[in-house]
């Protein structure tokens, strides 16, 4: 049988047309450029070269053999270039599944520039609830998970990624836009929007709203802090929600205003805990909080 050896100095010997060449660019010996190709020959049963006037001359077996052995070190280039793209993460397939305020915001925003700059990675990325990002990572259905805490399972790890918290988002002209913080009470004279009571970040403006005998004008409840930002901008009242949506991509004509005290919403990573990441996932992962600290310390 041949070997990619024998194929090798065949290849090298009809590059420059003689022994001493190839062994020059293979960095080998005159007698082993030779010695292989006598066992080439005698295991093909036939002759690839005819030695005159000091040259090699290709047989017309020889020139027969090459377009296939010129393919098959194009292929091999091919292995080589997709090699250190995958080393340097420049390919490969990337599977994300983000809850959806993160997954709007930055993730999204994150995935845009990491596939421009490389045009080799293919990214599948979709918004989920918190819990099902977790059951989606457990069950190894995609690589990474970004969610809102608490997350809890030992067959998860999970890295804190962001903390964000709750704001108060409204158009830009309205009273409260240019205050630095805006109290509770500052918002009783005002229609109120926020998450309906089952939404996962619901309990985070319950707490805010147990410890004070303020009493809020809630007119929407939605699920969704997408929705809840349209709902502000055409004017149905202040949004009392999460930020991370609003501080990836600040809507025009919506101003926001933390709420004091400070309600802290942390977003977490989460990944396989007994699977080696790929290079892709960590070359994300950091592009991800670069994205973020990028926009966060504006």
Known sequence: MINLRHVEIFYAIMRTGSITEAARILNVTQPAVSITLKQLETRLKMTLFDRTGGRLQPTPEAKALLPDVTEIF????????????????????????????????????????????????????????????????????????????????????????????????????????????????????????????????RPHIDRALSGSDVPLNIVVETGTSATGLMLALHGAGIALMETALFLAYPPLGLAMVPLEPRLEITSQLLRPRHAAPSRVVEAFVAHLRTTIASQLHK
């Open 74 to 201: 194009g292929r091999i280039a091919d292995l080589e270039r997709l090699s250190q793209d995958l080393a340097g993460a420049a390919r490969g397939v990337l599977s994300i599944a983000a809850s959806g305020p993160l997954c709007d915001g930055f993730v999204a925003k994150a995935v845009a520039t990491f596939v421009a700059e490389r045009p080799g990675i293919r990214v599948s990325l979709r918004a989920l609830a918190t819990p099902a990002v977790l059951d989606r990572v457990i069950n190894r259905e995609v690589d990474l998970g970004i969610a809102y805490e608490p997350v809890s399972s030992s067959a998860v790890r999970v890295d804190e990624v962001m903390r964000t918290a709750i704001g108060c988002i409204m158009p830009t002209k309205h009273p409260l836009a240019r205050r630095r913080k805006v109290r509770l009470r500052d918002l009783t004279p005002y229609p109120i929007i926020t998450y309906l009571p089952q939404a996962l970040l």
